[in-house]
């Protein structure tokens, strides 16, 4: 947003007052049955709509042609953002195919982080972060699609002071989306596909007062950090085991009674890891062998585009191939008993053995 803005909001906080700003970030979701909704919506904001539209589409990693339709529907551009790209206003950011979308220090901040509601790009994570950093600024729309994505991030929205909007379920192709919104919280406004456009027009005109101006609020993202599994894995069927307790001998039992000593748990879990990295350097070996393919034929088709692409393509997986075979030309930190003598040969697992060759 608008550097010298941002500076003014930061000088009237410190003087303890609030900022008057436009309600007009507006933040929608949509899957199955959304589209033509979402191409609506876009078209009734003139050119110089001084708010942020930002959409995310449940396209997978899917290739997306939305920007195009949306630009052609709507006087706004829109992209597919960078990471890291500063959010401007006048603009419609679209999340990119297999990235989930948010927003950061009032920037765009693209992620490959765990799927939500089955799906990558998701929601949620765009309607938790843009309440989190431009707080009662923020309009949320939630159309039509199957699952529950976006009620979460819906609730965020109203709890930061923002405004939930759907659509009405019986209007929406699938109502799924909307119906679970409506159901776990108190949503603002519900309108049919064709009242959805003047409504958000009206309602991204209204002044709220932020307590905070944005760049003093935080929105980091906790979607990559880990938290403590509430088990461990069995090495031997994947259920949960639970520690053995009432004896002197530490041990690890899952419900169906396979039994393992801590060592024995850990040499299970470096196994585990090395058939999921075997699988990996496989696919990648093969996803290259088919870049290859794809680039040699759009060449013998002289299909310029096309071999730029395919090659584009063979490079990333190559880099990715390069740097897993980095990490698999270490050896495993296996269990030792430092109360013993450490074994004098230690044994490449399959995964690292290959590597190597």
Known sequence: MDDQREATRAAAHAQGGNWQDQQNIIVIGGSA??????????????????????????????HSHLPDLVTSASEL??????????????????????QHMMVQDGRIRLSRGPRQHFTRPAIDPLFRSAAGWFGPRVIGVVLSGAGADGTAGLDAIKRAGGVAVIQDPPSALHPEMPQSARAAIQIDFAAVRAELPALLR??????????????????RSKMEEL???????????????????????????????????????LDGQIEEVDRALEVAVRVLNERIELCRHMRENARSGGRALGVEHWKRLQAAAEEQLRVLQQFLSRPPSRAVNTEEEPAAVEQPTRARAKAKA
């Open 33 to 62: 049955g959304a589209l033509d909704a979402m191409l609506d919506i876009v078209g009734a904001f003139p050119r110089d709509f001084a708010g942020t539209i930002l959409i995310v589409s449940h396209i997978g990693a899917n």
């Open 77 to 98: 551009p829109a992209v597919h953002p960078e990471n890291g790209e500063r959010i401007q206003s006048g603009r419609i950011y679209i999340a990119p195919p297999d």
């Open 202 to 219: 009206r309602l991204s005109s209204e002044t709220v007062a932020t307590e905070a101006p944005p760049l003093l609020r935080e929105a």
């Open 227 to 265: 938290e403590r599994p509430i088990a461990l894995t069995c090495p031997e069927c994947g259920g949960a085991l639970r520690e053995v307790t009432g004896t002197a001998v530490k041990q690890y039992r899952c419900h169906i009674g396979h039994r393992f000593a801590p060592e024995e748990v």
